[in-house]
């Protein structure tokens, strides 16, 4: 089974799984996206033993697989060449019910025949990164027995024929219901079928009420509930992506565990999805964070934590898997959530401040959380300057990144802005005369008059992709001639062809071969606010143009083949679909 980036996600908030171009699932964590996957057939090769869920028709010659429009509700249709077919609608139940949001840590599979197909079901359930799994199975269901927790798969499907994987007619619909070890209390087809119209239900209404823009709504729904799925809703959390080490190229080693929680990737997200107004998934996350400023009590915040706060990572290498295409290692863990980055400090800030001017927010944040807050700006006043290991993480280097550095001055100029909101006039004044030395302190640091650019790095002369966020913070305008400076230098240095490298010098493991998708959509968005109009346009078609089937992104791409790498679907990469999308678009006025 080669496996490639044509991968579907379903979820409900809590669970998530990805499912292939043939309708297997092949990726799948529980009891949450950290957890252990019950379905790791994505980090297999070849034909795996196990970690997956498969629903084949006998003599099939074609498939088609599309999403009820504005839910992440997959239907896929196979066909046989003599007019027989199946149509499968896999989903994660999540709706409210009796004033809560029900989001079982369950999977649900319809499938409905069309003609008189034969099929033929194996569910193959993966415990401990990769060992197959025991099962017990009575009249109606099986149970696999997982380590830290059994699954009981309930059905009106023949149990023996999935039991023995065995071929057999379908003439009826089926329904599976894969979650806790827990009796399925009624019917079974019709709590299925009124699961998945309230779903439905309630994606449909989540979407309607985004602001989209007129252009591109398709590519920016689909990107938003996506990002939404990435939210672990009991706390707030937002992870940087569903999986875990898909390499960033071919052989490359670099493959890491993004199933948790960053700073720096939920700050985007939120901002992102602020733009659209979908505010939930703000609210959600400023809950979260204030549990992290909490448990800080002032000291160091981590680049990143678990879904439930947690605060230790241990990386370790899982070997029973031997990884995308064979491409090992199976990380589990992620070691940067022992680093020093310092840009964290600015993007906690840039997430709550909103909630200081929001009146739209349940509960919009005072005074009490504006002094939470001041701890952490006190942080970024004493660290702005200092060494860290940047928003790549190096693993062996340490600098003062302009980045970080900027994101700290972000820090204190917009508590600033809290503060004259809140009507404290010597607060804002005492972080906005921070907030000017800083800033006064990175313009020298940072600038070289000999090549007229701003630097990646106070020591160096670095190109950096990320300096061009220095627009998005407004510590430099588009019309400042040293930002339209330092762009042309970054595009003449790290640009290739339609896609640009975060940076093009050796790391920890050498050159990197392939382009860091949001990096190409800073790009766009320094095209287009200098005035390159149609050449933002362009770029941004060709990415669109880039997406899986799914409409969705990883993190990398081959510039030369185009060829989608690392994790997914990459938080960032849809961040940059959303913005650029509510950037170029032409406005609702132009239709209406």
């Not at 997430?351 to 952490?376: I, N, P």
């Amino acid at each position: 089974m080669q496996q490639d980036m044509n991968l579907w996600p379903i979820g409900n908030c809590q669970v998530s799984a990805l499912i292939d171009s043939t309708g297997r699932f092949v990726w799948g964590c529980v009891p949450r996206v950290d957890g252990d996957p019950a379905f790791c057939a994505l980090l297999g090769d070849g034909e795996p033993e196990t970690g997956y869920w498969s629903i084949d028709l006998e003599d099939r010659v074609s498939t088609t697989q599309g999403y009820l429009r504005n839910t992440p509700i997959l239907v896929t249709t196979h066909m046989d060449d003599r007019g027989n077919g199946i149509e499968i609608t896999d989903f994660c139940p999540r709706f409210s019910r009796e004033g809560r949001v029900y989001r079982p840590t369950s999977y649900v599979r319809i499938v409905r025949p069309i003609g008189s197909p034969r099929i033929r079901i194996a569910l193959r359930v993966a415990t401990d990164w990769g060992t197959p799994t025991e099962r017990t199975q009575g009249s109606n269901h099986i149970r696999y027995l997982m380590t830290q927790q059994t699954l009981r798969l309930t059905t009106d499907a023949p149990v023996g024929h999935i039991a023995a994987e065995q071929w057999f007619r379908l003439e009826r619909p089926i329904h599976m219901f894969l979650g806790p070890d827990e009796s399925f209390a009624g019917v079974l087809s019709e709590a299925s079928r009124a699961m998945l119209e309230r779903t439905t239900h309630e994606w449909h209404h989540w979407v309607r009420g985004l602001a989209t823009p007129v252009e591109w709504q398709a590519v920016v729904i689909r990107a938003a509930i996506t990002l939404k799925l990435c939210q672990h809703e009991e706390t707030g959390a937002i992870v940087a992506a569903l999986t875990t080490s898909l390499p960033e190229h071919a052989d490359s080693g670099r493959n890491w565990d993004y199933r948790y929680c960053w700073i720096r990737d939920a700050y985007y997200t939120v901002q992102a999805l602020n733009r659209l107004g979908a505010l939930d998934v703000l609210e959600g996350y400023l809950e979260y964070l204030r549990n992290i400023v909490d448990a800080a009590k002032g000291g160091h915040i981590q680049p990143l934590y678990g879904v439930g706060g947690e605060p230790t990572l241990v990386e370790r290498i899982e070997t029973k898997l031997p990884g995308y295409r064979a491409m090992g290692p199976v990380r589990v863990g992620n070691q940067a959530y022992e680093q020093i980055q310092h840009d964290a400090y600015g993007q906690i800030v840039l997430s709550d401040v909103q909630a200081f001017f929001d009146t739209r927010l349940f509960r919009m944040s005072g005074v009490e959380d504006f002094h939470s807050l001041e701890r952490v700006g006190e942080r970024a006043w004493a660290k702005y300057d200092q060494p860290d290991a940047g928003l790549w993480e190096l693993r062996t280097k340490s600098h003062v990144h302009t980045y970080s550095a900027a994101m700290c001055w972000a820090a204190c100029d917009r508590l600033a802005n809290a503060a004259q909101a809140l009507g404290l006039e010597e607060r804002r004044a005492f972080w906005q005369e921070r907030a000017d030395l800083m800033r006064e302190t990175i313009e020298q640091a940072a600038w070289r008059p000999e090549t007229q650019r701003m630097s990646a790095t106070f020591g160096g002369d670095d190109l950096d992709a990320s300096i061009i966020q220095l627009l998005d913070l407004r510590f430099l305008s588009p019309d400042d001639p040293r930002f339209r400076s330092t762009l042309d230098a970054v595009e003449k240095g790290l640009r290739r062809g339609s896609h640009m490298l975060r940076y093009a010098t050796e790391d920890d493991f050498g050159l990197p071969h392939t382009a860091f998708n949001v990096c190409t959509f800073w790009l766009i968005e320094a095209l287009y606010v200098t005035g390159r109009h149609d050449d933002a346009r362009a770029l941004f078609e060709e990415m669109v143009a880039r997406c899986t089937p799914a409409g969705l992104l990883s993190e990398d791409i081959d510039p030369n083949t185009g060829e989608l790498w690392g994790n997914y679907p990459q938080t960032y990469s849809l961040v940059g679909l959303i913005n650029c999308a509510v950037l170029l678009s032409k406005p609702w006025s132009a239709v209406r």
